[in-house]
């Protein structure tokens, strides 16, 4: 999506999104924050953007206690005993979530299929 908005001319032949061309990322567009990345379109999918209240519709967080487990002995990950060669392995669990407040805040934008 990024790529075909640099690509964008006015009658004129000037670009209307400079800021875009060349792979470019623009923390802000306009008076909007944004953000380019590969996460939305994979495959065959004809999803190219999501649009939307992602600060103020949008909230993720993660658990406060973060349990954390020392391994001193054995064989965890099938690379070989630990006590033999002094090593330890660290083990941990993080339980992250996230919610979409209103979904009314958000608008998926797609190719049309062919």
Known sequence: MGAALGRMETSDGYAMYPEFRFGGNPATFGVLKSDVNRT????????????GDFEGCFKWGYAENIPLEIIQYGDPDGQGDLKRTN???????????????????????????S
């Open 40 to 51: 939305v379109t994979f495959g065959s999918s004809l999803l190219r953007a999501i649009v």
């Open 87 to 113: 090593e330890i392995l660290l083990r941990s669990e993080a339980y992250v979530g996230w919610g979409i407040l209103d979904a009314g805040s958000f608008a998926l934008i797609q190719a049309s299929a």
